[in-house]
Each structure stands twice: as structure tokens, then as C-alpha cells.
């Protein structure tokens, strides 16, 4: 923390030394002042640091991605990978390794970086122009490409989006390192970038949203409007291409597969691509809060509640149909060919991070919160170098489906969910607190240790839980002296009988059950506000505040319009949604009841897939005699496992919901 202190300070001088008037009302604490402590996040991050990384700049290397850089420098030689936006595979993993060594100093990495900082460099044109796909030969370049720069941008070059990643790594290795080295390289590039586009410039919508946000965040480290501007000028130029057939529903034909089938502040539905989606609405969640734009502010409220409301899968999938890898028509959330691409998750964490930023309501941290722990985390193996790039909701031994078969890989032709999954563990620290003037937001329950400044004056928090195995939090508040201030401790939704902020799914049965809040050993009679305890007081050195949230195993239900779901319920403990896996339940999950009456008992497992807390019950189990040519029922025991564990441990059935009736038999011939 000490290391990357200074670079933190002048980050903030940047934000207020340039005259920005507006910024998102909730700041979030960085990731550089939070050290983490605990048993379940902390693993993770360490095995990013010491296996996902190594083995993603290994699999760039043995791919070609760093050839391709090489050969650009050399202008000689062919594009050795299939796509032209393999540059970013390179980009996201130097991001995470800088966000990495904010938290695991490592000379020997960070010696790699600068290494391949070099090579970057050393392919980027005079001007800036830093896309190996065409700089290597440029009369031959990638047939997505064009023959001249920009041309096929709104549709197949990815030329924008390899800049956007290019400063998003930019921007993180400057603030864990301090060196410009990187940064001096993303800001050539996005000059050469304002200086083309722009309304009274070229003209076009990028096919693959991120520069937007890559541009905000260099308009956050140099206060140079111009990168603002342009972040602001893409948005709007969505919805004004003429070139689309607004009349034919095909997606990629009407623009809206890029979500440029109308003007941005119209829209009122996530459609199109799912993590090109997530990328734009989080950059208009950006130019919302640093322009005070109330049109975008709406578009994209309105977009988040339908997500929210018809489009998300139960663990916090997005993105059901694996055409276009997009999302569906409303209540379009099919099990057995979910897609749910983890790239998708990833982009709706950031989403969900900046809405909260803007409006300050718990809701956002709630969604955010069934992503992190469900759907994104199953898209990397325990192993650290297996991967998910489809994260699906059921796996049957008599159905087949090419993306669908629950095997991980260590790698992917396009292999954009592991690079992203190196970026994103480790900027989970960032996720943890946010303040507003003399409030502190406690947004997610992770043993650690914290450094904020309240009015001027150091405080330290630390937790210590067990989460999200057990619902006891303790919270040690030390201002260095003492100092009156409100910390706002979030209530979890699915602690007040809300399953998701909408009734899209809900528990099937209420609880009375309320969250208990102690301050020094003495019960606090608490008010909530958008859905955070509010606990005002003059807090002294040492203060200890306790949080007892109620950890049932609750039955989750799906709105009527869910299909696939009617009459089958899914599993929730805490943050953690659960399936059934084949190695833990007679090797076949698809045959199993779990009746109205069923009764669970939690366990926790130090020895199964590296700590797991399992639910245990009798269940019913369908049986067919191929010889006696008939069906029965027995009675057996049940296990349900973390959804984001399954598949470490061989390929096999797995379901999220399940039946609690018999209502029909399907009778399936080979």
C-alpha cells in the first residue's frame, strides 16, 4: 500500500486541479487501500497472481498474440492469430498484473510488464496508430480490417476496442506503478483518436464499446477534455448510422446487435450483444456523472431495470442466446442452451458498480454482488488456469450442445472471459467501501483492512467473518481520534425477503428473520435508507460493530413467464446460489425431485473443492428400469454444491432448478 500510496494522491489532484464540477456522488475507496485478510476472496487473487497470469502471458506468448507485436515493430511478416482484437488479450492480462502488484510486489513480474511495454511501443506507428492486424502489413492487413484505417470500425476491425483496453491497462499500471511508461503509449494512441473523431470529424459508432471507458479513465489521470469529449461524442453517435435497415429484425442488419439501432438516450431494453452492452451502459453510467447528462442518466436506468426485471438469469447470468452471444426478448431465459458468457458478468460488474456510484441505493450492490459470487467466479476453474467462456444452467448426459457440455479449457481461439478474469480478481478490493462526504458505505462483507480519510482525518476499518459462509460480520472502526461520522452498513436484499430487486424471481416463502446490529456489545435500534443501516455516532479508537445477517437456505421462484422455471424451485444460501453436480448425487442430477416439504442442514467441507459450505437433504429420485421397462421413485440423499464450483472435478449433469412434482415423463430414444 505504501508503494502505490503517492501515485493514489496524484490521481486525486487530477480529478479537482482541472475544474471538473461534477464526478459520481458515491467515490469508491480505491483498491490500493484496502488490504485483504480473508479465507475466500484472498485465494482467489493469489492463485490470479501466481497461476492465471503466468499462464495467460504464457498462452499469448505460445499463440502468437506477442509475435504479432513483434512483427509489427519489424512491419514484416503475417497476422499469426484469427482475430484482430487478440492485441487486448495481451492489454487486459497487463492490467491485472498491474492491479496484482498493488497487492503482491513482484520485481520479476513487473520487469515482464515493462518488457513487454517495450515491445507495445515499439509496434505503435509515428502517429500513434497502435492495431498489429494492419501495422505489420499494411497492403494485406486482417480481412476484418479494411483496406484503410477505421473503415470497418462500426462492424468487424475492433480498432477502437483494442485502443479502450490499451487505456483501461494503461490506466491501472500507472496508478499500481507510478511509471508513465504504458500510459505515455495509450495517451499518444488517444490523441490520434480525438483527432480523428468527432462531430465535425469521422464519423462512427464503435462496433465493440470499451474505448468509452478507457477514455474517461485518461481524462480522470490528465484532466485533458478532449479524451472526455470524444468518450461522450461515441455515445452519441450511436442511433444515427444510415446504413442499417431499421425495418428488418435481424439484429446485425437494424444495428441493434451493437446497440446502434437508436440513439442511446432512447433506449429503454438491454438488446444486442451482452458484453458490448455492459461496456456501453457503464461508460454512459461515466459521462452521466462527469457531465450531469439527465437523458443518459435515464436511458440507462431504465435498461437496468429491465435487465433486472427480464433479462438475468437466477446466479446473475447475462446474455441467454448464443447467437450473437446476446441478449433475448424479455423472460428469454432458457436453461438448457443458456449462454450467460462470462465476459458479460464481467461488464455487469462494472455496470452495476457505477449505478451504484450514481444513485446510492443498495439494490446495484445486491446484483452486483449475485454476479460476483456466482456466475463470474464459475467462469475460471479452482486450478486458476480452466475457464469457462459459457457459464450454463443445466448439463444433461442426453443432450449435447457444442458450447454446452460443462468442460472448462484452458483456452479459447478467442480467449477474451480468461484475460478479462486476470483483470477483474483482482480489483475486487475496489468493490468493498465508497464514501459520500461523511458517510462510509460498507457495500461487500470481505475480511480485511482498510485505510479511508473522513473529513481530513485517518480511519482504519477492519472485518473479520467468515463470509459468505456465515453471517457474523465484526467491523473494528478506529479513527486516529475520535471523529462523528455515519457508516452505512448494507442490508443485503436477500436478507429482507427480496431474491433480486424486482419480481422476476422470489422466495417462496417469507421470513421474519431481521438483521441484528450491535455496537460494543449493546443492541442498536437501526433505520434503514436505500437499503443501508444508518449508524451515525462519534466513533473512538477501537469501536466494535457486529452484524448477525440471518444465513436460511431459502426456495427460489421464478416469474410465471419463466418457462423452463415454473414449478421448479432453486437453491439460495446467503450471497451463494447452488446446484447439484453428478459426482455428489449418484452420478445424475436431471432425475432428481426436491418436494415442497424438503428440509436442508448446511455443511461446511475443508476438503471438497477447496472449502465449500454444501447443503444436505433426502430428495426423490426418478429411476427407470431399462429391463423391466418401468419408472419408480426412491427416496435418496441430496447435495447441492456452490454453482460457481461446479465442473472442477470432471464432466457430469448439473442443474440450478429443480422439479418438486412429477408432472410429466420425457421419453428420450438414441
Not at 284 to 298: E, F, H, K, P, S
Not at 342 to 355: F, H, K, L
Not at 603 to 625: C, S
Request: glycine residues 6%; aromatic residues 12%.
Amino acid at each position: 500500500m505504501k508503494k502505490v500510496f503517492p501515485v493514489f494522491i496524484l490521481l486525486c489532484v487530477s480529478f479537482f486541479s482541472f475544474g471538473q464540477n461534477s464526478d459520481y456522488a458515491y467515490r469508491a475507496v480505491p483498491f490500493t487501500s484496502v488490504k485483504l485478510t480473508d479465507k475466500f476472496w484472498l485465494p482467489r487473487i493469489q492463485t490470479n497472481h501466481t497461476v492465471t497470469i503466468p499462464a495467460s502471458f504464457e498462452r499469448c506468448d505460445k499463440t502468437g498474440r506477442i509475435k504479432n507485436f513483434l512483427m509489427a515493430a519489424a512491419k514484416s511478416g503475417k497476422f499469426c492469430t484469427t482475430y484482430p482484437f487478440d492485441d487486448t488479450d495481451i492489454y487486459k492480462t497487463i492490467e491485472g498484473a498491474s492491479f496484482s502488484l498493488s497487492l503482491f510486489p513482484d520485481k520479476k513480474l513487473e520487469a515482464y510488464i515493462d518488457s513487454l511495454v517495450v515491445i507495445i511501443g515499439n509496434a505503435q506507428e509515428p502517429d500513434g496508430y497502435l492495431y498489429t492486424a494492419r501495422t505489420i502489413d499494411p497492403l494485406h492487413p486482417h480481412n476484418w480490417a479494411g483496406n484503410e484505417r477505421w473503415v470497418k470500425e462500426r462492424e468487424l476491425s475492433h480498432e477502437l476496442y483494442n485502443s479502450g483496453h490499451l487505456y483501461e491497462a494503461a490506466a491501472a499500471h500507472f496508478q499500481a506503478t507510478g511509471k508513465r511508461n504504458l500510459l505515455n503509449i495509450a495517451l499518444k494512441n488517444a490523441d490520434l483518436v480525438c483527432s480523428v473523431f468527432g462531430h465535425d470529424k469521422k464519423h462512427v459508432a464503435p462496433g465493440h464499446q470499451v474505448v468509452e471507458m478507457g477514455l474517461v479513465k485518461l481524462y480522470r489521470i490528465t484532466g485533458k477534455k478532449e479524451y472526455l469529449e470524444t468518450a461522450k461524442y461515441f455515445i452519441e453517435e450511436r442511433g444515427h448510422y444510415t446504413g442499417y435497415d431499421a425495418k428488418n429484425k435481424d439484429l446485425w442488419k437494424n444495428g441493434a446487435y451493437w446497440q446502434d439501432h437508436i440513439p442511446v438516450v432512447d433506449q429503454k431494453e438491454a438488446v444486442g450483444h451482452a458484453v458490448r452492452a455492459g461496456y456501453l451502459y457503464a461508460a454512459v453510467a461515466d459521462i452521466a456523472a462527469l457531465t450531469g447528462d439527465r437523458q443518459m442518466l435515464n436511458a440507462i436506468d431504465s435498461i437496468w431495470m429491465n435487465v433486472v426485471s427480464k433479462k438475468l438469469y437466477v446466479q446473475g447470468g447475462a446474455g441467454a442466446i448464443g447467437s450473437g452471444e446476446r441478449y433475448g426478448e424479455d423472460y428469454e431465459l432458457p436453461n438448457a442452451t443458456a449462454y450467460n458468457e462470462t465476459c458479460a458478468a464481467i461488464s455487469n460488474v462494472y455496470w452495476n458498480q457505477r449505478m451504484f456510484q450514481l444513485h446510492g441505493e443498495s439494490k446495484y450492490i445486491d446484483v452486483l454482488e449475485k454476479i460476483l459470487y456466482n456466475c463470474l467466479i464459475s467462469g475460471v476453474g479452482l486450478d486458476g488456469k480452466s475457464f469457462f467462456y459459457t457459464n450454463a444452467m443445466q448439463i444433461r448426459n442426453s443432450y449435447k450442445h457444442k458450447d454446452m457440455e460443462g468442460e472448462r479449457s484452458g483456452w479459447f481461439e478467442c480467449s477474451c472471459c480468461p484475460t478479462n478474469i486476470c483483470r477483474l480478481l483482482p480489483s475486487v478490493p475496489g468493490y468493498i467501501y465508497a464514501q459520500r462526504e461523511d458517510k462510509v458505505f460498507v457495500n461487500l462483507f470481505v475480511n480485511s483492512d482498510a485505510l479511508l480519510t473522513i473529513a481530513g482525518k485517518p480511519v482504519t476499518i477492519s472485518q473479520q467473518n467468515n463470509y459468505p459462509w456465515d453471517g457474523d460480520l465484526k467491523f473494528t472502526v478506529s479513527p486516529k481520534s475520535s471523529l462523528a461520522f455515519s457508516l452505512m452498513m448494507r442490508i443485503p436484499g436477500w436478507t429482507q425477503n427480496a431474491a433480486i430487486p424486482s419480481d422476476l424471481y422470489s422466495f417462496q416463502s417469507t421470513s421474519d428473520k431481521r438483521t441484528i446490529i450491535t455496537i460494543n456489545g449493546s443492541p442498536v435500534d437501526y433505520k434503514v435508507e436505500n437499503g443501508y443501516a444508518v449508524l451515525s455516532r462519534t466513533w473512538k479508537k477501537g469501536d466494535v460493530l457486529e452484524v448477525k445477517l440471518p444465513m436460511e437456505v431459502r426456495r427460489v421462484i421464478a416469474h410465471e413467464k419463466l418457462g423452463d422455471d415454473i414449478g421448479k424451485v432453486a437453491l439460495q444460501r446467503g450471497p451463494i446460489m447452488y446446484c447439484a453436480e453428478w459426482p455428489d448425487n449418484n452420478g445424475k442430477v436431471s432425475n432428481i425431485i426436491l418436494p415442497g416439504n424438503t428440509s436442508f442442514t448446511a455443511e461446511y467441507k475443508a476438503d471438497m473443492l477447496n472449502g465449500v459450505q454444501v447443503l444436505k437433504a433426502e430428495a426423490i429420485a426418478v429411476i427407470t428400469d431399462e429391463k423391466e421397462n418401468k419408472v419408480t421413485t426412491v427416496k435418496r440423499p441430496f447435495v447441492a454444491i456452490p454453482y460457481y464450483s461446479w465442473a472442477n472435478r470432471g464432466r457430469g449433469e448439473m442443474t440450478v432448478w429443480f422439479p418438486e412434482k412429477i408432472k410429466d415423463i420425457e421419453i428420450l430414444t438414441h
